[in-house]
């Protein structure tokens, strides 16, 4: 068993601590106490976060200000203190672990078995984007600077591809092409972002479908959980990571690439959930969607094959090319989302005309 287990405020005593979840990034176990209670106990990354304090601190105004706007406590994350009352803990490794009250009754899905429960992730991530409206964005740390910068990610892929540590540059040529074909429009949200033609808002940046909770009787949303990434951010980036990753046709490190699409059927379920929920949003927001859908995954794909240029050193991998497999997929995908561009931006306008 972990030893940071105990050293926060569970109910009962700790029987099991597992292995748990499909997250690319922190380390997650289900611990389940005597009482009995369940928790989720998480070694945060420190490959992926350089100033988890300030991330902690996020996390907890956030989830402290969602519970101040629901009496359903399953309606958001719920952080466990440690005996010293702090919300994380650091160990002697320099480790630093957390504990949340594990989402009971619940289902954690990889892709949606029905489009409402896709529907029903574009309302999660829709509301939460509304709910943090008044929320002071000028408090939050950014936990990755330049996050959802399309520009910058392609200067590290660069850096990547000059260091080459293990040599694999040469190998990847076709995929290399592929995005440094695609650098020019790769900028687009970042200068509107610059321009000042879109608001920032607080988004969650990371809007996988295994980041969102629903009811596992009623299968409606519950809440989004891996606050990890909150900052300021645009519409955008949280519609189109949802797409990339719920409306394509198979997972994200499918390897056949002929079974990798765009589902537009999907992509207007989400439209359909996502727009509503988030209140109002302006008609330059509204426009920029399709563009985060296609950005997104184009972005995604380049941080996995930058992933693999560097040894696989930030995502998590089941077997050595596996970052290569996923970026293939993402490409495929942005290819079927370039070839169905007028559709994807003609239902963007349909649910703006309702
Ligand atoms: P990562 O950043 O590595 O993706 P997450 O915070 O998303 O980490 O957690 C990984 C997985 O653990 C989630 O996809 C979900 O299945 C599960 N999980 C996380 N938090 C909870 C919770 N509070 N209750 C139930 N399951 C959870
Ligand atoms: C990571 O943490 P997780 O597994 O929900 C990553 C996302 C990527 C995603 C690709 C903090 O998400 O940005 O889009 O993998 N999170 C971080 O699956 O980098
Ligand atoms: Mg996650």
């Given at each position: 068993m972990?030893?940071?287990?105990?050293?926060?405020?569970?109910?009962?005593?700790?029987?099991?601590?597992?292995?748990?979840?499909?997250?690319?990034?922190?380390?997650?176990?289900?611990?389940?106490?005597?009482?009995?209670?369940?928790?989720?106990?998480?070694?945060?990354?420190?490959?992926?976060?350089?100033?988890?304090?300030?991330?902690?601190?996020?996390?907890?105004?956030?989830?402290?200000?969602?519970a101040r706007q629901t009496d359903d406590p399953r309606a958001c994350l719920h952080l466990v203190p440690t005996r010293d009352g702090a919300y994380y803990e650091r160990d002697e490794e320099g480790e630093y672990w957390r504990v949340y009250d594990f989402v009971e009754d619940s289902l954690c899905l990889q892709t949606p078995e029905t489009a409402e429960d896709f529907y029903q992730s574009?309302?999660?991530?829709?509301?939460?984007?509304?709910?943090?409206?008044?929320?002071?964005?000028?408090?939050?740390h950014e936990t990755i600077p330049d996050f959802h910068n399309t520009p910058d990610r392609y200067r590290k892929f660069d850096a990547a591809r000059k260091a080459d540590p293990l040599g694999r540059a040469a190998g990847v040529g076709q995929e290399i092409d592929f995005v440094l074909a695609r650098r020019e429009e790769a900028g687009t949200l970042q200068r509107l972002r610059e321009e000042g033609a879109l608001p920032l808002r607080v988004t969650h940046n990371d809007t996988k479908l295994n980041n969102v909770m629903l009811d596992a009787k009623t299968r409606r949303a519950l809440c989004v959980i891996d606050l990890d990434t909150v900052m300021p951010g645009l519409a955008a980036y949280d519609f189109g990571d949802s797409i990339r990753f719920g409306a394509s046709t198979a997972a994200?490190?499918?390897?056949?690439?002929?079974?990798?699409?765009?589902?537009l059927e999907l992509?207007?379920?989400?439209?359909?959930?996502?727009?509503?929920?988030?209140?109002?949003?302006?008609?330059?927001?509204?426009?920029?969607?399709?563009?985060?859908?296609?950005?997104?995954?184009?972005?995604?794909?380049?941080r996995f094959l930058t992933d693999y240029l560097d040894g696989d050193t930030y995502f998590s991998v089941a077997f050595?090319?596996?970052?290569?497999?996923?970026?293939?997929?993402?490409?495929?995908?942005?290819?079927?989302?370039?070839?169905?561009?007028?559709?994807?931006?003609?239902?963007?306008?349909?649910?703006?005309?309702?």
């Open positions: 972990e030893r940071a287990v105990f050293s926060f405020q569970l109910e009962g005593e700790p029987v099991s601590c597992e292995r748990y979840g499909m997250g690319h990034i922190n380390r997650t176990y289900l611990v389940v106490t005597d009482a009995p209670r369940r928790y989720i106990l998480q070694r945060l990354s420190r490959a992926a976060f350089h100033d988890i304090p300030g991330l902690m601190e996020n996390v907890r105004a956030v989830t402290e200000y969602l574009a309302v999660a991530f829709g509301s939460f984007q509304r709910l943090l409206r008044a929320f002071p964005a000028e408090t939050l994200e490190d499918e390897r056949d690439l002929d079974r990798v699409r765009l589902d992509y207007r379920t989400f439209v359909n959930g996502f727009v509503p929920a988030c209140g109002s949003l302006t008609d330059a927001e509204l426009d920029s969607l399709p563009w985060g859908a296609r950005l997104m995954t184009l972005e995604c794909g380049l050595p090319e596996h970052n290569l497999v996923r970026a293939r997929n993402q490409f495929r995908l942005v290819r079927d989302m370039e070839e169905k561009w007028g559709s994807m931006r003609e239902i963007v306008r349909d649910a703006r005309s309702r």
